[in-house]
């Protein structure tokens, strides 16, 4: 019975962090090196991330610089970054990329603030969706007689207890990062 409540709380923390890496890719007009998270290029024959192969620095608060240790992974990185449709333009000068992050218009981040609100609908739909599965595994051992009604009930309002703390901490995941966008 333990065992259900900590898996169920695992599966409900990764739906969490798996909305809050999604979160981290949003842009808010600050330059974050966490949007090259998923850039990777073709190095020696091996799908390797940009961050592996580059010093990262964020001089200004809207400007990254990537400066490759290999001066020759330029054109490919600046090609990989162009290619993951990051919304922004590299500027490559033969040394470095440099990528300027344009102010948001505030229709833009009110359609940034839309799109971080269906991320929170569905990692609480996939909380829900864990819920339901923990309910049924309940109802399952109920009916195997593997445990009293009594232990069903009380079994179904921890399971409750859980999905309602998780879902709170959405909202305010979510409200956190709305506040975040909309502040200019």
């Not at 090609?79 to 505030?106: H, M």
């Not at 593997?146 to 079994?155: P, Q």
Request: aromatic content about 4%; some cysteine; proline content about 3%.
């Amino acid at each position: 019975m333990e065992d259900l409540n900590l898996q169920t709380t695992d599966k409900m923390q990764k739906s969490f962090d798996a909305m809050l890496h999604q979160f981290s890719k949003a842009r808010t007009g600050r330059a974050s090196a966490s949007i090259l998270d998923d850039v990777k290029i073709n190095y020696y024959g091996q799908p390797t991330a940009v961050k592996q192969l580059c010093n990262i620095s964020i001089p200004e608060a809207r400007m990254i610089v990537i400066q490759p240790w290999d001066k020759t992974t330029l054109a490919e990185i600046e090609k990989a970054i162009l290619a993951a449709n990051l919304g922004i333009t590299p500027e490559n000068d033969g040394n470095v990329i440099r990528l300027p992050f344009q102010a948001l218009t505030e229709d833009k981040r009110k359609d940034i603030v839309k799109g971080l609100k269906k991320l929170a609908e569905d990692a609480c739909v996939a909380i829900r969706n864990i819920r339901r599965d923990a309910n049924d595994a309940i109802k399952k051992m109920k009916k195997d007689s593997e445990i009293s009604e009594d232990d069903e009930k009380k079994l179904l309002k921890e399971i409750q207890d859980i999905t309602d703390e998780w879902i709170k901490k959405v909202d305010e995941a979510a409200k956190s990062k709305e506040k975040e966008i909309l502040e200019v």
